[in-house]
């Protein structure tokens, strides 16, 4: 929209040339998004609240003190981030910009699975949601739909090839398995943001670092001088996503205000799943795959210990870890919420520095 006002009256008003500047734009994407969540956040928490009396279903075998001091406090605060960053993006985006509609879509369609999720949590008063072979399906379906997006939309000199940090002409082509890869990125992503979402605060400021640290990533990879100065590749607009990075962000900060410990929401699976999606379908239209599993690394971290306390507990009948995801298990050993949470936030501003070295370091 505010592209539109820019091209249309910048002949008369020439400060509207502003608005042609993505940087500008992904600043006043952060803005609006971040005001939009405080404004509207006590509506929509208020609103969440009537409508959940008993508030999200707690593991009864998690922590102890969850049940006690968490108990009553609503979910599906995704709606909140959701609003926020679409408002933000239909007003500070090019509309006409493919690659934003993508991601978009990632973040609605997932989003809705995330909704169907907490909606049968609550409304059956425990804790398990859809079976995991209905959301699993979901899940790929929804992914084939925006890996084939993304196949049909990247130029076809490299939309099915990935590049390894560190080396500058190691690229793989991965032809046809590019869309299961793709599917793996887009799922994973997901649900590692999803496992991560256990403790007031703990995810939303990582999924903000990596938010930022894309929006870093597309802008460079959008623009021919930085792109070639850095030895990445080039991708025609994808310097739009920066926008919906800087309103992702915004977002991120304003529902960080209302989740902060003790938190008034939690975002749930509703955003948990959208916003991952979005991460995963960002580090494609980048081309940026494996440095997302490198600034991401604590989501990656989250969902390895799962996966491993699984396949322990079945070979040997014995747990790694005291509980699993990762973070229960420093609250079984006794570790303040507290410092779980910004241990975890030092971890992730290590591995964005890390993962956006990769970028001159090839």
């Known amino acids: 929209m505010i592209i539109f006002l820019s091209e249309t009256y910048a002949q008369y008003f020439s400060f509207l040339n502003l608005f042609n500047y993505i940087t500008f734009r992904t600043g006043g994407a952060l803005m609006t998004s971040l005001f939009f969540s405080l404004i509207f956040g006590n509506t929509i ?14 593991r009864s075998d998690g922590p102890e003190r969850h ?13 909140l981030i959701l609003a926020s960053v679409f408002v933000s993006v239909l007003i500070w985006s090019r509309l006409n910009n493919i690659f934003i509609w993508i991601t978009l879509l990632s973040c609605l369609a997932f989003g809705l699975i995330g909704f169907i999720d907490d909606y049968k949590k609550i409304y059956s008063h425990n804790s398990n949601g859809l079976k995991i072979s209905t959301r699993i399906s979901l899940q790929i379906i929804l992914s084939l739909i925006i890996i084939l997006l993304i196949y049909n939309f990247l130029p076809s000199s490299f939309n099915s090839t990935i ?8 690229i793989l082509d991965l032809g046809f398995f590019f869309i299961p890869f793709g599917i793996f990125i887009i799922i994973g992503s997901a649900n590692a943001v999803n496992l991560t979402d256990g403790l007031d605060g703990l995810a939303i400021v990582p999924v903000m670092i990596v938010a930022l640290s894309f929006g870093f990533i ?12 850095l030895q990445i590749q080039y991708i025609a607009g994808c310097g739009e996503l920066s926008t919906f990075c800087g309103a992702l962000v915004g977002a991120a900060l304003g529902f960080l205000w209302f989740n902060a410990p003790p938190a008034k929401v939690f975002m749930g699976d509703t955003g948990a799943l959208s916003i991952g999606s979005a991460l995963g379908t960002l580090s494609l239209l980048t081309k940026h795959e494996i440095v997302l599993a490198i600034i991401g690394g604590l989501f990656v971290l989250e969902t390895l210990s799962v996966v491993i306390q699984v396949i322990s507990f079945k070979l040997t009948g014995k747990r790694i870890f005291k509980m699993a995801p990762l973070h229960h298990h420093f609250e079984k050993k006794g570790w303040a919420e507290s410092t779980i949470v910004i241990r975890f936030w030092i971890i992730t501003i290590i591995l964005a520095l890390i993962g956006l070295a990769t970028l001159k370091i090839r």
């Open 45 to 58: 928490i208020n609103s969440l609240s009537s409508l959940q009396p008993a508030g999200q279903p707690i």
């Open 67 to 79: 049940i006690i001091e968490k108990v009553g406090t609503p979910t599906m605060g995704g709606f």
């Open 163 to 170: 590049s390894f940090p560190f080396f500058k002409n190691f």
């Open 218 to 229: 597309s802008y460079i990879a959008g623009n021919t001088i930085f792109s070639d100065y």
